[in-house]
T-cell receptor
Framework: DGGITQSPKYLFRKEGQNVTLSCEQN?????MYWYRQDPGQGLRLIYY???????QKGDIAEGYSVSREKKESFPLTVTSAQKNPTAFYLC??????????FGQGTRLTVV | GQSLEQPSEVTAVEGAIVQINCTYQ??????LSWYQQHDGGAPTFLSY????GLEETGRFSSFLSRSDSYGYLLLQELQMKDSASYFC??????????FGTGTRLTVIP
């Protein structure tokens, strides 16, 4: 079955640590996105990638980093520079942005 | 920059019709789409409009007016399971997608 998979579903981070969220898709989509969602809020774009080895900052990229070494994978690293990382992180992919497919999300909590 | 405005909350009665509006200001525009998200879940695609007019998909319809930078999602014959958040999203480039802040719809008996 084709789809987009995020892991882990829940993640706990100590202050000062970097953590990496995984996002894998087998839909053969060129574009991939990372969004952050805070309780009762909308989706804010962190980074997006249109092709392999290329990515652009979204509205709230500070404190985050990404890579796109393979078409199928777009991992997001939440660095220690991100001062308020507790949130729900959603990864999506799209062939042309008319329809985006989302993973089930990773809920990150700082402890 | 981009901005999309939607009402934050809407309440409607089961069986009724509800309209959720979205106005946008973006540097580029290819189309407007709508997504549904239940609590704790992932957003799922509902519809996409690139041209002016109404698109109908079952109980859901979506409308776009490019000249007014405005669109809406129309939900008919509301069911309790329609209680969710609804997001409009603007495609600003070939692969650029920006979302609004969402409208929380509560359906009451």
């Amino acid at each position: 079955d084709g789809g987009i998979t995020q892991s882990p579903k829940y993640l706990f981070r100590k202050e000062g640590q970097n953590v990496t969220l995984s996002c894998e898709q087998n839909l053969n989509h060129d574009a991939m996105y990372w969004y952050r969602q805070d309780p009762g809020q909308g989706l804010r774009l962190i980074y997006y990638s249109q092709i392999v080895n290329d990515f652009q900052k979204g509205d709230i990229a500070e404190g985050y980093s990404v890579s796109r070494e393979k078409k199928e994978s777009f991992p997001l690293t939440v660095t220690s520079a991100q001062k308020n990382p507790t949130a729900f992180y959603l990864c999506a992919s799209s062939s042309d942005s008319t329809e985006a497919f989302f993973g089930q999300g990773t809920r990150l909590t700082v402890v | 920059g981009q901005s999309l405005e939607q009402p934050s909350e809407v309440t409607a009665v089961e069986g009724a019709i509800v309209q959720i509006n979205c106005t946008y200001q973006t540097s580029g525009f290819y189309g407007l789409s709508w997504y549904q998200q239940h609590d704790g879940g992932a957003p799922t695609f509902l519809s996409y409009n690139a041209l002016d007019g109404l698109e109908e998909t079952g109980r859901f319809s979506s409308f776009l007016s490019r000249s007014d930078s405005y669109g809406y999602l129309l939900l008919q014959e509301l069911q309790m399971k329609d209680s969710a958040s609804y997001f409009c999203a603007v495609q600003t480039g070939a692969n650029n997608l920006f979302f609004g802040t969402g409208t929380r719809l509560t359906v009451i008996p």
